[in-house]
């Protein structure tokens, strides 16, 4: 069993940043993926970044050069930092985990960017 805990949503002005992070706890050394996904209202969850346990990063088309992931395998951790925030970035933003084989989510944190 893989835990997983965010932190760092909130209200940000259009062009602003965010940094979201998101600790695993339980059975840390099975965890290969971690990364984020995120749900507008009225939207399905779309995947916005993962990353392997040895550091290769994916990112979804309308955050590539605006926001990064990256990992502290140390302290379980995973990162996003969001920059030049937009509108449409409005969502709630999950934390996943894949461990031997099983995906694991947090309870997600909310961002909202104002115009």
């Known amino acids: 069993q893989v835990q997983l805990v965010e932190s760092g949503g909130g209200l940000v002005q259009a062009g602003g940043s965010l940094t979201l992070s998101c600790v695993a706890s339980?059975?840390?050394?099975?965890?290969?993926?971690m990364g984020w996904y995120r749900q507008a209202p009225g939207k399905q969850r779309e995947l916005v970044a993962d990353?392997?346990?040895?550091?290769?990063?994916t990112y979804e088309d309308s955050v590539k050069g605006r926001f990064t992931i990256w990992r502290d395998n140390a302290k379980a951790t995973v990162y996003l930092q969001m920059n030049s925030l937009k509108p449409e970035d409005t969502a709630v933003y999950y934390c996943?985990?894949?461990?031997?084989?099983?995906?694991?989510w947090g309870r997600g944190t909310h961002v909202t960017v104002s115009s």
């Open positions: 990353i392997t346990s040895d550091g290769t990063t």
């Open positions: 339980g059975s840390i050394f099975s965890i290969g993926v």
């Open positions: 996943y985990a894949r461990a031997r084989g099983f995906a694991y």
